[in-house]
């Protein structure tokens, strides 16, 4: 028996494949430049090889190595391709690296003396670590619900949309996705623009769904934080609505207004206030850049992003700052060496240091995977300094600050690797599933979760491949990520991400978006989208 598709909240390091991810590139280049010049993965494959009782294969440009043995399993080539096969001599108690554990869907405990095995589909459960990834592995309900206990409702959902920012709402236990863009890919390179009018709260005591009141224009590609003290969330800039007075259009002939003004949604009644319409001295009209909330000196921080609304035709490493008691912007001049120019790279802020990763500076060239910090206090800039493999470049993807655990965790984003723009399927972006964690007091970047491979069986305990999604920590262990765009469209899903454990479950599945592998038998699936 099976475990539920998309339901199990596993730890993958822990309970089912302890996977050794060895990074092979050229020497002085990064993952994403490792192939340029030699085979990167020196003769492995995809469909791998058996080393003894281990796994060795070629997945997104490096080797990766799974060994069986830690799972009770034996290494076989089965229909041409390496896999893990059962072992009946397999004895827990006395192979298992850890004395409770799950194998498949039983549980499995030594107390000392035996082994004492429970299926725990019999009682229509799963096995697997605890909601708060501490602990031991548990015969528990399948995640169908959020950690407060209530469903999400599916039925009214927010309308699927991508570049919808959120900020948690800590006053009410809610999620505000503000604003987006609804329009669906319609081509090989073009996406219609349906920016959105509405913003959305995500109830986490009852799971509804809430439109939130009229305010400001539509955007996508703005920024928004949350203002603890002040129980708001505060709006800047973007790619808005047509229908407020166009005065940009990109290369595919979509027109919008570009925007600099800042908005303020106080959660104590659900109103708007406009803090600053842009006028008079402001940053120019932006989208796609980064902006940090510096509480103890009530200002926001913006930097970079894109001058217009045609992407990478004027990218900027500029800074902001917006006094939160005066409401006026000012130019902020860094200390030490900032940035290069970038736009779409995920952001963050840890105490009174803010943090961004990635970007791009245009749509082909070059993409970027650098690592920053800038320290609130003194106005510096300092790149981290980084050792070992670093993720693939990649922009459009969301960077979280782990603050209990002071480290950097960053999910998804578009790149041109290893998944999509493939000779056989040149039209599908490449849009990426891995998970990142780089701890602070020794930064090297930890792979955990490697993410799926295109037309291979994708691991369903992972959220589809996406860009341009929201996330937000909730608590010290629990991150929400949400809805974004895929290779084949927008998605309207909901995922935890537990950090404690390193593991996903959902409790609200999509609708829409779905590659071909994750509506059927993986074999059967000729292209991203279609089946054969």
């Not at 999400?152 to 991508?162: F, L, V």
């Not at 736009?343 to 993409?367: C, E, H, I, N, S």
Request: with cysteine; charged share 25%; aromatic share 8%.
């Amino acid at each position: 028996m099976s475990l539920p598709r998309s339901r199990v909240p596993l730890a993958a390091k822990a309970l089912f494949s302890s996977s050794l991810i060895v990074a092979c590139s050229v020497p002085g280049t990064t993952p994403s430049d490792a192939g340029t010049a030699t085979d990167p993965c020196a003769g492995e494959t995809q469909a791998g090889r058996c080393d003894g009782d281990t796994i060795v294969r070629c997945s997104n440009n490096q080797v990766q190595r799974e060994n069986c043995r830690e799972t009770g399993r034996l290494c076989e080539v089965s229909a041409g391709s390496a896999v893990c096969a059962p072992d009946p001599t397999y004895v827990p108690c006395v192979s298992a690296d850890y004395p409770t554990r799950c194998y498949d869907e039983e549980h499995v405990l030594c107390d000392g003396t035996g082994t004492i095995r429970t299926n725990c589909t019999l009682s229509g459960q799963v096995c697997g670590l605890p909601a708060t990834g501490a602990g031991d592995p548990v015969c528990q309900a399948p995640f169908d619900t959020l950690p407060t206990g209530a469903p999400i409702n599916g039925t009214n959902r927010m309308p699927a949309r991508s570049n919808s920012h959120s900020v948690y709402d800590s006053v009410n236990n809610r999620i505000l996705f503000l604003f987006g863009d609804e329009g669906q890919r319609i081509s090989a390179t073009e996406r219609l623009q349906d920016i959105s009018l509405t913003a959305w709260a995500l109830d986490l005591d009852d799971g509804s769904w809430t439109e939130l009141p009229e305010g400001p224009l539509g955007r996508t590609r703005a920024a928004a934080v949350w203002d603890e003290a002040n129980h708001r969330a505060i709006l800047v800039g973007g790619r808005g609505h047509p229908s407020g007075g166009s005065n940009c259009q990109d290369g595919l002939g979509r027109r919008a207004k570009m925007l600099n003004d800042v908005w303020a949604f106080n959660v104590d009644d659900d109103t708007w206030e406009e803090l600053s319409d842009g006028t008079g001295t402001a940053p120019d009209e932006r989208e796609d850049f980064g902006l940090w909330l510096d509480a103890e000196n009530e200002r926001l921080v913006l930097f970079g992003g894109n001058a217009t609304c045609s992407f990478g035709n004027d990218v900027r490493n500029d800074m902001w700052q917006f006094d939160l008691l005066t409401n006026t912007w000012s130019a902020l001049t860094p200390n030490g060496t900032p940035p290069r120019a970038r736009q779409a790279f995920g952001f963050d802020v840890m105490g009174r240091k803010a943090y961004l990763f990635g970007g791009a500076f245009g749509f082909f060239d070059p993409t970027l995977n650098d690592t920053w910090e800038f320290d609130l206090d003194t106005d510096t800039w300092t790149q981290v300094a980084v050792t070992g493999t670093r993720p693939q470049r990649r922009f459009r993807g969301n960077l979280v600050a782990d603050i209990a655990r002071n480290q950097l965790m960053i999910f998804g984003g578009h790149d041109f690797g290893a998944s999509g723009d493939q000779p056989d399927a040149p039209e599908f972006e490449d849009d990426r599933n891995d998970v990142w964690i780089l701890p602070l007091d020794n930064p090297q970047w930890v792979w955990a979760v490697a993410g799926d491979e295109r037309l291979k069986e994708p691991d369903f305990r992972s959220p589809e491949r996406r860009e341009q999604h929201s996330m937000t920590r909730i608590s010290d262990d629990l991150v929400v990520m949400a809805y974004g765009v895929g290779d084949c469209g927008l998605l309207n899903d909901v995922w935890y991400f537990n950090l404690a454990g390193e593991y996903w479950f959902t409790p609200l599945d999509p609708t829409t978006g779905l590659t071909c592998e994750r509506k059927q038998d993986a074999d059967t699936c000729t292209s991203d989208c279609g089946g054969n």
